[in-house]
Nanobody
Framework: QVQLVESGGGLVQAGGSLRLSCVASGHMRSINDMGWYRQTPETQREWVALMSNGGDIRYAESMKDRFTISRDNHRNTVYLQMNNLKPEDTALYYC?????????WGQGTQVTVSS
């Protein structure tokens, strides 16, 4: 199994930036992807971005202009750089690991953007 621990959330003013991190531990398959999702009490979990360990990157269309995903395979860590944050970005951000046979989620890190 794989365990995920997110960090980097917090309170920021509109227009500010945050960098989220997600560290994976445990048995990771040689081909996998790690990604970010977000959820509010009023919405379903929404996909933000993902990156494979081979370097393939995908973004949700509405996220790609301000968010950047990156990954350090040596540290088993995926990052989400979020710039020009808006109040509507306020959410609990989750990390997800997925391979051909297994998927798991972290506990989430809260991002709150004040206007």
């Amino acid at each position: 199994q794989v365990q995920l621990v997110e960090s980097g959330g917090g309170l920021v003013q509109a227009g500010g930036s945050l960098r989220l991190s997600c560290v994976a531990s445990g048995h990771m398959r040689s081909i996998n992807d790690m990604g970010w999702y977000r959820q509010t009490p009023e919405t379903q979990r929404e996909w933000v971005a993902l990156m494979s360990n081979g370097g393939d990157i995908r973004y949700a269309e509405s996220m790609k202009d301000r968010f950047t995903i990156s990954r350090d395979n040596h540290r088993n860590t995926v990052y989400l750089q979020m710039n020009n944050l808006k109040p509507e970005d306020t959410a609990l951000y989750y990390c997800r690991y997925r391979d051909s046979e297994y998927a798991t989620w972290g506990q989430g890190t809260q991002v709150t953007v004040s206007s």
